[in-house]
């Protein structure tokens, strides 16, 4: 499974982009990351485009799963994103 | 326009990122990580806060601010450190951000008669240290925060007086325009935060358009960073140039290097560079104060007369409208206006300058912020691509 995250946005538009292919990490780690994508429980059905009402300068999230049959972007903010999808995207960003 | 190449699209590129993560200077890579550890905390007080908004407004025409000091916390807003007229503290971040949202307000109300971010003097809320070594200043729909910076490429964003009235401003063009943060339309609600917390700086400077320096976030890199700023409305991708660190200024200054891509809400922060180039063309060509005249026209046209889908061309339109209502059809001003925007590639409709149409005034939104609730998450399914 190919997990990547991609950051972008802020007031300084800083970006930020990691990608972890889990079958070549150590089998402890991936499980881990395997454990934190269930977790997370993204979707099967595309939703509606979701911003926090308001905010401005906050970090978009794309969040882009591959699992062997096709890869799927989920899209959020720092102020709108589950925090279950946040444990994958610091993972994925501070690890990857 | 044109599609943009992958390395237009960041301030600091993937590679550079990447280059930062693994850096074996310890505290680059912290700060590398932790910029994105922002906590949840702040929906969770959205959640709360949304419907005890009408509370926070405070007496008509009196100036209420309040600092709060997150200790590198990220629960929204945090400990309560200054209030109105309470005496400044030992910490410069907890003044600065009381001092320049105060200058915003007073700015907002000498120029443009405006009470607060929502007409009706709402409280001004900040939170500082949020998060540690947060390299990021934002409008949560309530208050600003702000981050220290990591010290290695960011300074502490308190620190320029622009982006704390950039910030508030995304709040007035929340209860006004209300923007949509997309595409053009949110390049021009970054445009008009970028406008008035450039103005802002040079109304407390009393500097004209041609002393004002037109840098967004001067002062915000730290040492050793090659740039001046994070933004040059006067020159659109000049601000920065360092390979080490942020990469290349990537804004465009005109409509023929619009950039097309899907992160950023759309680009938002990179396209915004083509309207800020019309606003200081207009600013010079009328010369003076730009917060007199030019300053005017933007406000009028961006609180009265644009509709939250407006495209840059509907900005045009609505600014030389203005100018002639406010200065004149026909006169310099409007004549400015004009010109401003057709040398960044967009030309103000013939209907708008033979008098035949008439802008739209929009009704300005409720007084309250939109609703917070929860909304699920976008999902956008994509092709598979082969890795690079």
């Known amino acids: 499974m190919k997990i990547s995250v991609q950051r972008s946005g802020g007031f300084a538009n800083i970006g930020a982009h990691a990608e972890v292919d889990t079958s070549t990490l150590p089998k402890e780690k991936a499980d881990v990351l395997h454990r934190l994508i269930r977790s997370a429980a993204f979707p099967d059905q595309p939703a509606p485009p979701h911003r926090a009402a308001g905010a401005a300068d906050v970090y978009q999230y794309d969040i882009t799963v591959d699992d062997g049959t096709g890869s799927k972007t989920y899209r959020a903010d720092d102020l709108s994103m589950p925090e279950k999808w946040r444990a994958v995207v610091e993972h994925v960003l501070g690890h990857g | ?388």
């Open chain 2, 1 to 388: 326009m044109k599609h943009e190449h992958h390395h237009v699209c960041f301030i600091v590129p993937p590679h550079i990122f990447k280059h930062l993560t693994t850096s074996s200077n310890a505290a680059v890579r912290e700060a590398a990580h932790h910029a994105l550890e922002v906590s949840a905390a702040a929906r969770g007080k959205r959640t709360a806060i949304g419907p005890f908004v009408g509370l926070l407004a405070a007496s008509p025409g009196v100036k209420q601010r309040t600092v709060y000091d997150e200790k590198g916390g990220t629960k929204l807003p945090g400990k309560l450190v200054r209030k109105e007229g309470g005496k400044a503290t030992s910490d410069v971040s907890v003044n600065e951000a009381y001092d320049y949202a105060g200058d915003t307000y007073d700015f907002y109300e000498a120029v443009f008669a405006r009470n607060s971010v929502d007409n009706k003097g709402m409280r001004l809320d900040s939170s500082v240290h949020y998060n540690h070594k947060f390299n990021n200043a934002f409008w949560d729909g309530t208050q600003m925060v702000y981050g220290d910076g990591d010290g290695q490429i960011f300074t502490r964003f308190t620190a320029c007086i622009d982006v704390i009235g950039h910030e508030l401003t995304h709040g007035v063009t929340q209860f006004t325009s209300a923007l949509d943060y997309q595409a053009q339309s949110g390049a021009l609600n970054e445009h008009f935060s970028d406008v008035m917390g450039s103005l802002v700086k040079q109304w407390t400077l009393k500097q004209s358009a041609a002393q004002a320096d037109w840098l967004i976030g001067k002062g915000l890199l730290a040492p050793g960073v090659k740039g001046v700023a994070l933004r040059s409305m006067k020159a659109p991708g000049t601000a920065y140039n360092d390979p080490k660190t942020l990469g290349r200024d990537p804004q465009p200054a005109d409509m023929s290097h619009y950039v097309n891509t899907n992160q950023d809400n759309g680009g938002v922060h990179i396209n915004s560079g083509i309207p800020n180039k019309a606003f200081y063309n207009v600013a010079s060509a009328i010369g003076g104060n730009a917060w007199e005249k030019a300053g005017k026209i933007w406000y009028t046209a961006f609180t009265n007369k644009l509709g939250h889908t407006a495209q840059f061309a509907d900005a045009a339109n609505a600014t030389y409208e203005a100018a002639g209502e406010l200065f004149g059809v026909g006169k310099a001003e409007q004549i400015a206006v004009g010109e401003g925007w057709k040398n960044v590639g967009i030309n103000v409709s013939k209907q708008i300058i033979s008098g035949s149409a008439m802008i739209t005034v929009k009704a300005p939104p409720a007084s309250q912020p939109p609703d917070s609730a929860y909304v699920p998450p976008t999902i956008k399914s994509q092709p598979r691509k082969s890795k690079g």
